[in-house]
């Protein structure tokens, strides 16, 4: 069965500052997608970025970059430059060749003016 | 430009009743997938159809849920004689291709949040 971990239920950021939000996650596939969502208060899910498993770069997009380190099984979201609208929950997905998303539990993030 | 559309945004039923979600899928998707959200928890799979077709309801409860989407009109999540347990967030999400390879995410519309009084 596919798991995919979030540790961390809640974590704060000084306006400017980077952080970054773990996600691990357990599979014998080797093809695989791993997605980070943001979810703010109002409760639409938005696609921030996507890696795949073959992919052979860290996946980059603005501000969100993924460090994913594939022999740990750990694909974290690295937010550069914290805005106080990145104060949201963010979630980390996973997907094989199956038909659906496998979600962490979230992380909230705070963004600290 | 319209992306996933789920109505209604809000839904409020009193126990025993019926709930009808709806969702209509981005231009171009003909896959449609449903998630629940419980409070406090990430969003669960629930079902993957495509047009006339289910294709995995391996997430769905075996009673009172089903859900469809027929050759013309939007997708339908249906829950009969509903219960307070039913009480959560469920999203919609669509996608080009299908299943969840490649890097197509799924588009996820704005959700439908169902009270049970």
């Known amino acids: 069965a596919q798991k995919i971990t979030q540790t961390q239920p809640g974590m704060f950021v000084q306006e400017k500052e980077a952080v970054t939000l773990d996600c691990t996650y357990d599979t014998s596939d080797p093809s695989y997608g791993l997605f980070w969502y943001k979810q703010p208060s109002s409760g639409e899910m938005i696609f921030l970025i996507y890696q795949g498993s073959y992919d052979q770069q860290n996946a980059t997009e603005g501000r969100y970059s993924l460090n994913f380190q594939k022999a740990r099984k750990s694909a974290n979201l690295v937010i550069s430059a914290s805005q106080l609208g990145d104060s949201a929950m963010y979630f980390c997905a996973f997907s094989n060749t199956g038909n659906q998303f496998y979600f962490g539990t979230g992380t909230s993030l705070t963004v600290i003016p | 430009n319209a992306g996933v559309m789920q109505n209604p945004r809000h839904l409020v039923r009193r126990r025993g009743q019926e709930a009808r979600l709806r969702c209509s899928p981005m231009?171009?998707?003909?896959?449609v997938y449903w998630y629940r959200q419980l409070p406090e928890e990430g969003l669960k799979f629930m079902v993957y159809l495509q047009k006339e077709n289910i294709i995995d309801e391996s997430g769905m409860p075996k009673e009172r849920f089903s859900a469809e989407f027929p050759k013309e009109g939007p997708s339908i999540l249906r829950i009969q004689q509903v219960v307070r347990g039913d009480s959560a967030a469920y999203f919609c999400?669509?996608?080009?291709?299908?299943?969840?390879?490649?890097?197509?995410?799924?588009?996820f519309g704005d959700g439908t949040r169902l009270s049970i009084l």
């Open positions: 999400a669509s996608s080009p291709l299908p299943g969840t390879m490649s890097n197509q995410p799924q588009h």
């Open positions: 231009k171009g998707h003909s896959h």
